[in-house]
Structures are given as structure tokens and as C-alpha cells.
């Protein structure tokens, strides 16, 4: 083995260095070895750290992927990379994702008004020009409830939702009430959903002609026209209901508003949105203006 004694000098023999310092090359080994071991410790010490801190995100997120839990690990000042942290995740066992199907809770076989899909003519620059709804079902033991959300199509939060044990208007109208009165938008507002019945009645458009909103629904068959939407409930599945056991629609209703309004809109990164949750990101909107 040999050392460099000083930069751009020839580098000494162990033996010769160890000479002219007047120290035994036992003491050296000792003391390379000593340094090396305390430098694996820590190695070790800082990737358990590491993988006790990806199971708690994962706890808290059960729904994240590779890419969010390595986004929250920078925004802690982890300084890692995707690769490492996938690969993690699979060697422990961290990347499983429950998976159930979806039932259609649509039904646009009726005689109302339906309206012309604006989406395509939309260049969304900033809140509450396009919002988004739709509605869901949650199994309950005895029977099912729905969940209707309104959300800003371009900061992705939840700003106003209903839960019922009926499938009617109300849930929607509500959920519509409620963000019209957190946002208060101006007229101009383009509002999104697919064709249901609970978005074509009188009392659901006569709201939104009244706030000066104009009103778009999606193409027949064409779910994919409410995308967003359709995102965030899945996400809601995979991170709350498929990991819960709502027992009533009370604690259902407990436990989806936390999540809604504590979790998803204040904590959970997200992707189009830099990896920043939709509060955050709307407080940036707001401070840069």
C-alpha cells in the first residue's frame, strides 16, 4: 500500500511513511481499520434511517410510488435519487398498491340538456378558470355512499365536496355550494363533469348560471374527458378507502375529510404540480403575483 505525501509529489511506501513518523505499520492498520468500520457504521446508520423514514411516508402515503416518496425525501434534504430509492422499496417489499375495481356510477340515459365538451378550447393558465366534477361510490357493510368533489382543474385541489347515502342531486349540488362559496369565482369560469343526471338537473345548472359559469360535459363514453377527476379518485381509493373499514357513513364522512382536507390538499405531492401539494402551490401562486 502506498500514500500520496503531499499533491502532484510521488506517493511513499506504507513502510517508509510509517518510518519517517516514527509510527509501527500495525498502528497504521489499526487505525485505517478502525476508520473504515466507523465509516461503514454510519453508512449503515444513515440507510436505516433512510428505510424507517420511506415506511412512515409510505404509512402516511400509502399510495406513493418511488418517484413521490423520493420527491418527499429531497423536499427533507435526503438527497437521493429515484434509482436508489426504487430499488429500495422493491428489495423491502415497499411497493405494493391495493387494487379494486371500479363501478360506473354515471347514468346520462335521460332527457335533460346535456352540453359541448369546452375542454379542447381551454388553455388554463391560472385558478379557478376550469373546475372539475364528478362523483364516486364507497362500499359500506350495509350498502354504499357517494361522494361528489369539485375540483381547480389547475392547481388540483379539492375545493368543495359532499358525501350521502343517496345517489341524487343533492350530493352534487352541495359539493357545487360549498365551492362556490370558498372561491367565489368570477363569471367566465368554464365547470367540467361528465353527462349524469345530477349534473344536468334544473337546480345544479340554474347554480351554475347564476355564479356566470359556462357549463361543459363530457363526450358519451369518453370518461377520459374528465381525467383529472377521475385521477383523484382513484387516488382516493388507493391512499383512504381500500385501506379503511368505514363501518357507517359518519365515520366514512370523518375519515374522507381528513383526508380530503388534511392530507390531499395540504400534504400529498404532486406530480403535474412540480411535486408540491395544491395549497402549496396556490399559497406560490398567490405570493408571486
Request: proline share 4%; net charge neutral; hydrophobic share 35%.
Amino acid at each position: 500500500m502506498i500514500i500520496e505525501h503531499a499533491a502532484g509529489a510521488q506517493p511513499l511506501p506504507v513502510e517508509r511513511l510509517c518510518f519517517l513518523l516514527g509510527l509501527s505499520r500495525s498502528y497504521y492498520y489499526k487505525c485505517v481499520n478502525t476508520s473504515r468500520r466507523a465509516l461503514e457504521a454510519e453508512a449503515e446508520a444513515w440507510l436505516d434511517r433512510l428505510l424507517c423514514r420511506i415506511e412512515e411516508i409510505i404509512l402516511e402515503f400509502p399510495g406513493y410510488g418511488y418517484r413521490r416518496v423520493t420527491a418527499q425525501l429531497n423536499r427533507e434534504g435526503w438527497g437521493v435519487n429515484r434509482k436508489r430509492i426504487s430499488a429500495l422499496m422493491q428489495a423491502h417489499g415497499l411497493s405494493c398498491r391495493p387494487r379494486k375495481r371500479w363501478v360506473a356510477t354515471t347514468d346520462s340515459e335521460h332527457g335533460l340538456k346535456v352540453y359541448p365538451n369546452l375542454l379542447p378550447q381551454q388553455e388554463v393558465t391560472g385558478l379557478d378558470q376550469l373546475w372539475v366534477s364528478d362523483l364516486t361510490y364507497i362500499r359500506l357493510p350495509q350498502g354504499f355512499c357517494y361522494l361528489a368533489v369539485v375540483l381547480d382543474a389547475y392547481s388540483r385541489k379539492a375545493i368543495g365536496w359532499e358525501l350521502s347515502i343517496w345517489l341524487d342531486a343533492a350530493v352534487a349540488v352541495t359539493a357545487l355550494e360549498r365551492a362556490l362559496e370558498s372561491r367565489r369565482p368570477g363569471p367566465g369560469l368554464v365547470h367540467h363533469s361528465d353527462r349524469g343526471v345530477q349534473y344536468a338537473c334544473r337546480e345544479y345548472v340554474e347554480l351554475l348560471q347564476a355564479a356566470g359559469c359556462e357549463i361543459s360535459m363530457s363526450r358519451k363514453g369518453c370518461p377520459r374527458d374528465n381525467a383529472q377527476a377521475e385521477s383523484f379518485f382513484r387516488t382516493l381509493k388507493m391512499e383512504e378507502v381500500y385501506i379503511q373499514d368505514y363501518q357507517d357513513v359518519d365515520e366514512a364522512r370523518a375519515s374522507i375529510e381528513h383526508f380530503i382536507d388534511a392530507v390531499y390538499n395540504r400534504k400529498r405531492l404532486h406530480s403535474s404540480l412540480g411535486y408540491v401539494p395544491p395549497e402549496e402551490y396556490e399559497d406560490s401562486i398567490r405570493t408571486n403575483r
